[in-house]
Structures are given as C-alpha cells and as structure tokens.
T-cell receptor, first 113, second 116 residues
Framework: LAKTTQPISMDSYEGQEVNITCSHN???????ITWYQQFPSQGPRFIIQ???TKVTNEVASLFIPADRKSSTLSLPRVSLSDTAVYYC??????????????FGTGTRLQVFP | ETGVTQSPTHLIKTRGQQVTLRCSSQ?????VSWYQQALGQGPQFIFQ???????GRGNFPPRFSGLQFPNYSSELNVNALELDDSALYLC???????????????FGPGTRLTVT
C-alpha cells in the first residue's frame, strides 16, 4: 500500500480557500485517492475520491496531476465548522473485497474567525 | 449522522479484563470494519466482517476478535486488556456484493475505552 505524506497542521481564516496537498510517490496503478474528514469525538467522514485529473462535489475538489504522485484537496471558502483533521488515503478498490482504509496522521486544519 | 451507532460511548476497564463493544450498521449495509484510534493518531484497521465471516485483518493480535450477526450488527471483543488498548474504537459499515460496491465507508461515533 502506498504511503502518504501530508502536513501535520494548517491554519486558515474564514472565507479563504484551503488547499491540502498529499504526497504518495509509490501509488500503484490500481490505487485510488480518498479524503476523509474527522471532527473531535466523531468518526471520519468521506469527503471525496478520485483516480486522476479533477473531481468536484458539493463539499470539495480533488486535483490529481498526471503522474498521480500527489493530490490536493481544495476546500472553497472555509468556515469555522471546517476545523477538523483531514486524512489522505491511497488504496486499491478491489472488485469483491472492500479495501481496508490505511490512515496516516492527517492534517489538522484550524480555521480562525 | 451516518446511521451507524455504537455502544457504549465510554468505558473504563482494568488491565487483564475483557471488553465487548457493539456496532449497529447503517440500514442496507452488509460489511463492517473495526478501527482503533489512539490519541493524536489516525484510525488503524483491526478487521472487517462480510456475511458473518472475517474478511481481512490488520496487524492486531488474536485477543482482538469479532462477530457479525445475521442482521449485520457486529461486536468487537478484546481479551486480556493492556494499557495500550486505551483508544477510540470505531466501526464503519458499507455495502458490497459481487456486482457492486459502495466505496464510501460510514463511521460511527466510536467507543472511548480507557484501560487502567
């Protein structure tokens, strides 16, 4: 499984765009990139998943360059409620067995007023 | 909320004791995974159950065991508790079949276990 590296922490202010980059130099051909968000005393929550190029949903965008050795989670116009830990995960989506999720230590995002 | 519930929310045990944690999957989900999350760390995969059978295991000793019931609820059992077992225990459910998979996993709020 590909190891991921992300910043330990980031600070931002309300209304700003936040970009969190994750490095995964050893990503395999069949690996997907997934981001989860976790608030204190809660379980992680799926944000977005992608394989290449750009994926966008109502919460975030995920940018993946052609070499797929990194990815960037983009949160537009953050609010105080976006203060959380963000995890980047890389793993294979097997056809029959749900892949176990390998979490790193994540990026702790603090949003200030 | 995800629809995944866990009980109890908090638990204090003594070293050497045994503990059982419970998880109720989101409606329609047939797969449950358990994770251990130590303070300041990301969740670590313990094992997964699919159709009442263990379907993958992480790097945890045999004293961590589980069950999945016909209604897809699940239990995590830990024997001979050690101080390092103190953590937040999370369960996550999802749906899979030979024809399709839901790639998201839906986590419960966790059970905070303290071993003294």
């Amino acid at each position: 499984l590909a190891k991921t590296t992300q910043p330990i922490s980031m600070d931002s202010y309300e209304g700003q765009e936040v970009n969190i980059t994750c490095s995964h130099n050893n990503i395999a051909t069949n690996d997907y990139i997934t981001w989860y968000q976790q608030f204190p005393s809660q379980g992680p929550r799926f944000i977005i998943q992608g394989y290449k190029t750009k994926v966008t949903n109502e919460v975030a965008s995920l940018f993946i360059p052609a070499d797929r050795k990194s990815s960037t989670l983009s949160l537009p116009r953050v609010s105080l409620s976006d203060t959380a830990v963000y995890y980047c995960l890389v793993g294979e989506r097997k056809s029959y067995n749900t892949d176990k999720l390998i979490f790193g230590t994540g990026t702790r995002l603090q949003v200030f007023p | 909320e995800t629809g995944v519930t866990q009980s109890p929310t908090h638990l204090i045990k003594t070293r050497g004791q045994q503990v059982t944690l419970r998880c109720s999957s989101q409606s329609g989900h047939n797969t449950v995974s358990w994770y251990q999350q130590a303070l300041g760390q990301g969740p670590q995969f313990i094992f997964q159950y699919y159709r009442e059978e263990e379907n993958g295991r992480g790097n945890f000793p045999p004293r961590f065991s589980g069950l999945q019931f016909p209604n897809y609820s699940s239990e995590l059992n830990v024997n001979a508790l050690e101080l390092d077992d103190s953590a937040l225990y999370l369960c996550a459910s999802t749906f899979q079949s030979a024809a399709q998979r839901d790639y998201e996993q839906y986590f419960g709020p966790g059970t905070r276990l303290t071993v003294t």
